[in-house]
């Protein structure tokens, strides 16, 4: 979700198938919308039947990883230069690096029949909308893998004197921006006056004070306090102690208990981490605030964004790396032999086991994937914790009405226990015409282990009406638009940076490699930014690089 935030290219789904106690306004509207709006809503009547049901991802082949006990047959064996076990952002943009440095024969295995992970996009009725990631900041001219993706898709083109990638106009995303429900009428902005009080106000102004300074703050050999990516953060001592404390206790240590700011600052954490305010650190709560401003004084910087999110950017990594893909393939072990990575996969269509040899191998999994796949990391201590989110897409045959500030690119309701909505058909500036919201929802208020396993049992109608219900607040006449409501459960979709955990060398250690191995994904930079999956692909691929005794003449990290 924006400003806050969270593939294949997915195909168009067939038509029927698949805490603060003092902030008492949000704990009635939450109430409401999660349990008589829900309760009532089946009872309501709807126009006509609701199309729909689950999409990504494969539950059922990610637990093959699990489950399934396979006879190790003798499978038939190719040889690959380079094997890249994942097609997520991480594993697209290590092949990207790999085929732009020229090297051939790489090959690239993904469990989905699609690319690119919680960054998919998919369509209905030829509607293109985003599964998850579907936006990134306007960079500056030090994201250098990200400005050289930017730059194929012609989303940017140069610097200005600043540093800051100079973006399309028509690749931002256009105004209005975002927008606030409260009591049932929208306002323009996540801040406005009917829902502030002069102290949240207060509060506020010193609150972006010292994100301010935070931004503008500088170590010794020039890096950002906070940067994207984490790599390329400072590294004093204040800075990194500031990761052993939750945000929580930080805003209290700060005299922050405006009920409005800690809602603000939680839905930040919500919306990019998947966490409350108990269970992000420190460093990851102010680093999404200060790491968006590019130069000390400036504004946040603006959103790149597409009508299927940050499925575009993975359609042109998709495009770069061409036919060294195969979709459909459960990596069943990946471990290394004396003088070759060996990756042993099953065929989903054919229900064949292979092996593919290559002199390195780059894991471009989540780490809680790669511990099940790759032998030496089994006894790796569970440091990993991820978050469980629903993504849904609402297809609707018109823009529902709304009292207040008109329909936003991101809308978000108060006290609502989900992210809001982003609208897919935003760019276009068509609101007559029929169009797809992207309701967002990061459960965080019980134990993620609990969430999965209740995710798993609940029925496609179950979160279809709680979607419905969290937005009929906003929009009395809902009902009579929606034409479908497909869902997708994103199980582990987001690392959690819990405190202790970015700074604490449990991830530093697991980025490094493993004899002929290789690891990339966004959890090994410790925030689940599309950026931080992005630069781990990179990064491994030019270890590999460099391993193969060809290191790039310039390095894109």
């Known amino acids: 979700m924006a400003p806050r935030r969270p593939a294949a290219v997915g195909p168009e789904p067939a038509d029927g198938a698949p805490r603060d106690a003092r902030c008492t306004r949000r704990t009635f509207v939450g109430a409401v919308a999660a349990g008589a709006l829900a309760a009532a809503l089946p009872a309501c009547g709807r126009r006509r039947e609701v199309e729909g049901g689950f999409a990504l991802p494969s539950v059922e082949r990610g637990h093959l990883l699990r489950d399934v006990r396979l006879a190790p047959p003798a499978p038939p064996r190719e040889d690959a230069a380079v094997v890249v076990v994942g097609g997520g952002v991480s594993g697209l943009s290590a092949a990207w690096r790999l085929v732009r440095a020229g090297v051939d024969g790489v090959r690239l295995l993904e469990l989905e029949d699609v690319l690119g992970g919680t960054a998919a996009g998919g369509a209905r009725a030829g509607i293109p909308f985003p599964w998850g990631a579907h936006y990134v900041p306007r960079p500056t001219r030090e994201q250098r893998a990200l400005v050289r993706l930017l730059e194929e898709v012609g989303a940017v083109r140069g610097f200005d004197a600043q ?7 028509a690749q931002l995303c256009r105004a209005p921006q975002e927008r606030l429900c409260v009591d049932g009428v929208w306002h323009d902005g996540l801040m406005p006056a009917a829902a502030t009080t002069a ?6 102004e010193r609150f972006e004070a010292e994100v301010a300074a935070f931004a503008a703050r ?16 400072a590294r004093d001592e204040d800075l990194l102690a500031l990761d052993r404390t939750s945000m929580a206790a930080w805003l209290a240590a700060h005299g922050y208990d405006a009920p409005f700011l800690r809602w603000t600052v939680e839905y930040a954490c919500r919306d990019d981490y998947g966490a ?19 130069v000390p004084g400036d504004e946040p910087a603006p959103f790149l964004t597409w009508p299927d999110g940050n499925g575009r950017l993975v359609r042109a990594l998709a495009a770069a790396v061409g036919d060294v893909v195969r979709t459909g393939c459960v990596v069943l072990r990946a471990q290394e032999t004396a003088d070759r990575g060996v990756v042993t996969w099953l065929d989903v269509a054919r229900g064949t086991v292979h092996e593919t040899h290559a002199p390195h191998v780059v894991v471009a999994v989540p780490r809680h994937v790669a511990r099940r796949v790759v032998p030496v990391l089994r006894d790796e201590p569970h440091a990993f914790v991820t978050s469980p989110w629903v993504v849904a897409n609402v297809s609707l045959d018109a823009t529902p009405a709304s009292r207040g500030f008109p329909t936003a690119w991101d809308n978000v309701r108060l006290g609502s226990p989900s992210l809001g ?11 007559d015409a029929a169009t797809v919201w992207t309701w967002y929802r990061a459960y965080v208020e019980q134990e993620p282990e609990t969430v999965r396993a209740s995710l798993l049992s609940r029925s496609w109608a179950s979160l279809r009406d709680e979607v419905l219900a969290d937005l009929a607040p906003g929009h009395e006449d809902l009902e009579r638009h929606v034409v479908a409501v497909d869902v997708a459960r994103w199980g582990h979709a987001m690392v959690r940076p819990e405190p202790g955990f970015l700074w604490g060398g449990v991830r530093e250690a697991a980025a490094r490699p493993r004899g002929r191995l290789h690891f990339a994904a966004a959890d090994l930079g410790g925030l689940p930014l599309f950026e931080e999956a992005q630069w781990a692909g990179v990064r491994a691929a030019e270890e590999v690089l460099a391993a193969r005794g060809t290191p790039p003449a310039e390095s894109w990290l």
């Open 218 to 233: 500088r170590d010794d050999a020039g890096r950002r306090a906070f940067a994207i990516p984490v790599a390329h953060s």
């Open 421 to 431: 909505y982003v609208v897919a058909t935003h760019q276009a500036d068509r609101l």
């Open 163 to 169: 540093g800051r990638a100079l973006a399309d106009e």
């Open 276 to 294: 409350d305010l108990a269970h992000t650190s420190a460093w990851a709560g102010l680093h999404y605030f200060a790491s968006r401003v590019a």
């Open 199 to 204: 102290e949240d106000r207060r509060q506020w």
